[in-house]
């Protein structure tokens, strides 16, 4: 009778150090590393199985730099953005100086499949349905996007988007500069801080 309750005990303790195994993180002693870049989350040199970042759970997967959260993966969501509700966003991908900024001024998420946020000013409203498949830039309170715009099956146009604030009397516009090694004593052209301007685009000001 012992022997048998030592067993049980002895399994009961297996399975709950299997349970605990299969679902704790990897980590240090509190969470500070022996040596620098000799603790790591990782596979090392010897294995030929692929490292996985996974959660199995509809979550959303999050990293850090400095205590800052500095990029987002999407999981399985809709959100709704500027005046379009329940977009399908699942795996897209925000990339931010200050993730939680960007949540912060406003937005609800990364607005393409790639993201690229400044995270420090008002949310653009200039978003469509079709701005999907490509990347998205917010920043400075403008918007930009460049990829693909679907018109049903195997009808795809390739886009180069940009956009104003609401309201806005005066356009941005759209320049295609060139640059060679930079010259702090020339004021124009390849090697000045701006670059040689080889094209400049203006949308219409005031159409609707």
Known sequence: MKTKKILRSLMMAACLLAFVH?????SVLGNAPIAPGA???????NTNVPLMVRHNNNHRIEWYTDSIQRMQLNATTTDSIGYFANQVKDGSLLLCPDVDQFYANGAPGPYSLLHLADGL???MTSDRTWMNIGVAFTGNRDMGYIGQMAHGVNRTDMVFHWSDDPGEATTDRARFLYT???NALVP???TSAEGLEGMRL??????A
């Open 22 to 26: 299969g679902h704790a993180q990897t």
């Open 39 to 45: 603790d790591y989350v990782g596979w090392d040199g």
């Open 121 to 123: 000013t008002n949310v």
């Open 180 to 182: 060679r090694g930079f």
């Open 188 to 190: 124009t052209g390849a």
């Open 202 to 207: 203006f949308a219409v000001a005031g159409v």
